[in-house]
């Protein structure tokens, strides 16, 4: 399986999902094509959620060989829309995933939408994609697959997302953001995503 995120934490919106599919034994490559260097909090060191993406990925025992990391800036995607699309090919070529998980190509973020189309484009014909909303960039959705999770999934997802303590005071990163109880009504389970 492979996720494909845009920026620093994006990747974390499926945590409970992550979480279970590495309970399962699933291998997981990741693939971030900004670390948002722009998007530091004042006073910071630029490279700190490059730091704090590879603390989460040791913190679920990711190999390293697993990860791609891209320095592309925020809010410049479309400029690098053809560099995207080529590094996803490349990736589709090397790792054979018969799963992706990308940004959903409904979300509104500009950079999103570049990684949401040049997955769809990298990937479909070779694999299932998924598409993961983030409800504050989106107008609208199309709620169509819930993953019933386990409370354990959740602490692990929270875990995972403790590492980014540069963003601590975002939406979604109190431990309260991490539950998805709304979807988990569509399952009859406690949460879902």
């Not at 990391?69 to 400029?79: L, Q, S």
């Not at 189309?117 to 960039?137: D, L, Q």
Request: proline share 3%; net charge positive; charged share 30%.
């Amino acid at each position: 399986m492979s996720v494909v995120a845009t920026h620093r934490r994006c990747r974390i919106r499926r945590g409970g999902v992550i979480s279970k599919l590495l309970e399962e034994g699933t291998e997981l490559y990741w693939a971030v094509f900004s670390i948002a260097e722009d998007s530091v909090p004042d006073g910071m060191p630029k490279d700190t959620l490059k730091k704090e993406f590879l603390e989460v990925a040791k913190s679920v025992e990711i190999k390293e060989t697993n990860l791609f990391v891209g320095n592309i800036r925020v809010r410049r995607f479309d400029e690098k829309r053809q560099d995207i699309l080529e590094k996803l090919v490349e990736y589709r070529n090397e790792i054979q995933p018969d799963l992706v998980v990308a940004p959903s190509t409904l979300d509104q973020h500009q950079d999103h939408q570049v990684v949401a189309r040049e997955t769809v484009r990298a990937f479909k014909n070779y694999c299932s994609i998924i598409g993961y909303e983030m409800p504050w960039n989106m107008l609208s959705a199309r709620l169509n697959l819930f993953v019933s999770l386990e409370e354990r999934h959740i602490k692990m997802k929270w875990e995972m997302l403790k590492n980014y303590h540069s963003q601590s005071d975002s939406c979604g990163l109190r431990s309260e953001g991490v539950r998805r109880r709304q979807f988990g009504c569509f399952r009859r389970s406690v949460e879902a995503e």
